[in-house]
Antibody
Framework: EVQLLESGGGLVQPGGSLRLSCAAS????????MAWVRQAPGRGLEWVSA????????YYADSVKGRFTISRDNSKNTLYLQMNSLRADDAATYYC??????????WGQGTLVTVSS | QSALTQPASVSRSPGQSITISCTGS?????????VSWYQQHPGKAPKLIIY???KRPSGVSNRFSGSKSGNTASLTISGLQGEDEADYYC???????????FGGGTKLTVL
């Protein structure tokens, strides 16, 4: 069974940093692209960042470019999102998702990021 | 690039059918057969129900179907059931600069 377990969310002040992790199991992590998708409270889904299976391709939404960094450790079956210079509008539940045929096939349960002073 | 456009809400009675539209542009929906649809119940993670515009993942009911015409993709749900009441999101591949765009979501109410 595919499992994606996000962690690392919490309360952070504006301008602060957080590092999210997504531990994957139940599939061969190293051969799948992965992504982070967020959802602000009461709002829709927003794609944030994606990385190819070997890390050779990395993409960011304009809203996070220059502030967020995606990475992965295939030896640990883990995806990361380093978030710096956090703003109020970054507050959201962050989901990691496994790519399949250019769609997001499996999703974690999400980790909540709150940005407030 | 802007988010894809979906109706904010729709409602139907049980047993009826509904089609939810997802309008993009020539740069995304119109250029690729890579539209996916997600169902999200309150407090839950999204679930993939359509990929590559028309394909259903294993285990997804055949009451769900996808199609596309020009820059607009559509999700049709037939024989509506109470469990179909949820938010639905479309997503399209949009090229290498900003690869994925989501729609704003459609809240389906089954009366």
């Amino acid at each position: 069974e595919v499992q994606l377990l996000e962690s690392g969310g919490g309360l952070v002040q504006p301008g602060g940093s957080l590092r999210l992790s997504c531990a994957a199991s139940g599939f061969t992590f190293s051969i799948y692209a992965m992504a982070w998708v967020r959802q602000a409270p009461g709002r829709g889904l927003e794609w944030v960042s994606a990385m190819s299976d070997d890390g050779g391709y990395i993409y960011y939404a304009d809203s996070v470019k220059g502030r967020f960094t995606i990475s992965r450790d295939n030896s640990k079956n883990t995806l990361y999102l380093q978030m710096n210079s956090l703003r109020a509008d970054d507050a959201a539940t962050y989901y990691c998702a496994q790519e399949y045929d250019s769609a997001w096939q499996n999703w974690g349960q999400g980790t909540l990021v709150t940005v407030s002073s | 690039q802007s988010a894809l456009t979906q109706p904010a809400s729709v409602s139907r009675s049980p047993g009826q059918s509904i089609t939810i539209s997802c309008t993009g542009s020539r740069s995304d929906v119109g250029s690729y057969n890579l539209v996916s649809w997600y169902q999200q119940h309150p407090g839950k993670a999204p679930k993939l129900i359509i990929y590559e515009t028309t394909k259903r993942p294993s285990g997804v009911s055949n009451r769900f179907s996808g199609s596309k015409s020009g820059n607009t993709a559509s999700l049709t749900i037939s024989g509506l059931q109470g469990e179909d009441e949820a938010d639905y999101y479309c997503c399209s591949y949009a090229g290498r600069i900003t690869p994925w765009l989501f729609g704003g979501g459609t809240k389906l109410t089954v009366l």
